[in-house]
């Protein structure tokens, strides 16, 4: 079955630090994957997504992801955090089986010392 | 956000109540779907549509029903609420095929 690993419940950066966030997947076939982000109070917000081609992906607010098909890993990275990306970060898979929807996983809550 | 409303956007009920919570969405998408919400578990699928009066069940859809009677709305309804349905609710969309879904901005039911 389709799953979603998130190892990481949650990660402190200082500002200006670099992130990565990490992502595994269980797919049988080709993956669409994305990553997805929530403030508090607030709905999902889709920061990128792999569909093919380049493994490297560029998002929104500077955000980039890379697929590893050897390491079925889709890791979320920005080189210099700002206080302003403190929020809870989900990564999901596009299944496609008798119809379409996103399986998510459980978040990473990522806080920022100034 | 996307064309998506919910409604209501809070919900205080009582065990054994009925409760439905509205999706609304002005964007013409095929695909609707409702999530919930909960610590340590991300977003679980409840129930989903793939177009009028076409639905099917999600991961986690025991005790809930949806109905979708036309393309912009999407109704989750809990038949007699449960204090384990204490949750943040989320309606989605998508065009389908590999397309992101979008999300409106959350029912926040507590169940007494």
């Known amino acids: 079955a389709q799953s979603v690993t998130q190892p990481d419940i949650h990660i402190t950066v200082s500002e200006g630090a670099s992130l990565e966030l990490r992502c595994n997947y269980s797919y049988g076939a080709t993956p669409y994957l994305f990553w997805y982000v929530q403030s508090p109070g607030q709905g999902l917000q889709l920061l990128l997504k792999?569909?093919?081609?380049?493994?490297l992906v560029q998002g929104i607010k500077g955000f980039e992801a890379e697929f590893k098909r050897s390491q079925s890993s889709f890791n979320l990275r920005k080189p210099s955090v700002h206080w302003s990306d403190a929020a809870e970060y989900f990564c999901a898979v596009g299944r496609m089986d008798s119809s379409y929807k996103l399986i998510f996983g459980s978040g990473t809550r990522l806080l920022v010392r100034p | 956000d996307a064309g998506i409303t919910q409604s209501p956007r809070h919900k205080v009920t009582e065990t054994g109540t009925p409760v439905t919570l509205r999706c609304h969405q002005t964007?013409?998408?095929?695909?609707m779907y409702w999530y919930r919400q909960d610590p340590g578990h991300g977003l679980r699928l409840i129930h989903y549509?793939?177009?009028?009066?076409?639905?099917d069940k999600g991961e986690v859809s025991d005790g809930y029903s949806v109905s979708r009677s036309k393309t912009e709305d999407f109704l989750l309804t809990l038949e007699s609420a449960t204090s384990s349905q204490t949750s943040v609710y989320f309606c989605a969309i998508s065009v389908g095929d590999n397309s992101p879904l979008h999300f409106g901005n959350g029912t926040r039911l507590t169940v007494t």
């Open positions: 549509s793939y177009g009028v009066k076409d639905t």
């Open positions: 792999y569909f093919s081609g380049d493994t």
């Open positions: 964007e013409n998408h095929r695909y």
